[in-house]
């Protein structure tokens, strides 16, 4: 009865080897073919460079009328390569950077010019102009240095300077600016300016808010070309256990995949199980051979009774 049983395992444990390794074969697929997405990378914007600007400006026209009139008998002087011709000052040499893609941008320009009057007592110096650009805005700054006038009643002649003041706003709405072959042209005409709060707060002459002249300038630079911008190289998961186990969550709806090695697990306990069952009918079949040419019967004492 035994060996009629054993006769039959071994095309049971086939049948479900078979069934295993036809599930298992779908999920070593997904892990071995796993899709790797190709990423083109993103350019940067160029980056301009500005190689010369100049700014003419007036300051503001009542001022020098002041400075220059009977009552402060003053002048001006500017210096460090500003020059001035009726009615505007003009600083050349700027050098800065703008962005073409956000419109921002920065130009420093050299030079100032020194304010004096009623004897010695008023003394302010204007100098190291700095044009902020931003889109449809921008602002001046300058350094500011001088001895105020009650100092200088009170007979102190100290001299307090502060950096890069915000002095006044620019309206750069009418700016023009042109990228061309690598080459950089801004352009504004009569921008409108008005002094700010931390200009007054420093220059003391006019409230916040009150019109200084137009300002008009132009610059001119160089564009680097846009490069690509480094991304990482795509990652390559070489676990099919872990490719399986995301395949049964994907859109696909297929179902999930049992690990690599509990596959190898059961393949080792079939063969195992299939070597095992044919060593024991082989046995089973000498004994019946012997038994049937010594004439007696089968010797079954180590097979249990019968089911």
Same mark, same amino acid.
């Given at each position: ?38 990423? $083109? ?9 500005? $190689? ?140 409108? $300016? ?114």
């Amino acid at each position: 009865m035994r060996s009629s049983l054993l006769s039959r395992a071994p095309l049971g444990v086939l049948a479900a080897a078979s069934i295993v390794l036809g599930v298992a074969s779908p999920a070593l697929a997904i892990g071995d073919a796993a899709p790797v997405e190709q990423r $083109t990378a993103a350019t940067s914007p160029p980056v301009c460079e500005i $190689t010369d600007a100049t700014i003419t400006w007036g300051f503001k026209e009542s001022f020098r009328s002041y400075i220059s009139g009977s009552i402060a008998k003053g002048a001006w002087e500017p210096f460090g390569g500003v020059g001035y011709e009726t009615p505007a000052f003009t600083w050349t040499g700027g050098t800065g950077s703008y962005d073409p893609a956000t419109g921002a941008g920065s130009i420093a320009f050299p030079g100032g010019i020194r304010f004096t009057g009623h004897g010695g007592l008023l003394d302010s110096t204007v100098q190291n102009v700095t044009l902020e650009i931003a889109p449809a805005a921008g602002r001046v700054l300058v350094d500011l240095a001088g001895v105020s006038m009650e100092s200088a009643l009170a007979g102190d002649d100290t001299v307090v300077t502060t950096p890069q003041v915000p002095f006044v706003t620019v309206d750069l709405a009418g700016l023009e600016n042109t990228v061309s072959g690598g080459a950089l042209t801004l352009a504004a005409a009569d921008a409108a $300016t008005a002094i700010t709060e931390e200009g007054f707060a420093a220059f003391g002459n006019y409230e916040t808010g009150t019109a200084f002249d137009p300002l008009s300038f132009s610059a001119s630079g160089v564009c680097a070309a846009a490069t690509p911008t480094a991304e990482p190289s795509p990652v390559v998961d070489a676990s099919p256990a872990a490719d399986a186990a995301e395949a049964g969550d994907d859109e696909s709806g297929s179902s999930g995949a049992l690990p690599v090695a509990l596959f190898a697990a059961i393949g080792g306990a079939l063969v195992a199980t299939i070597g095992g069952s044919t060593a024991a009918i082989v046995a089973s079949r000498r004994k019946q051979r012997k038994a049937r040419a010594g004439g007696g019967p089968a010797d079954h004492a180590d097979e249990g009774p019968a089911a």
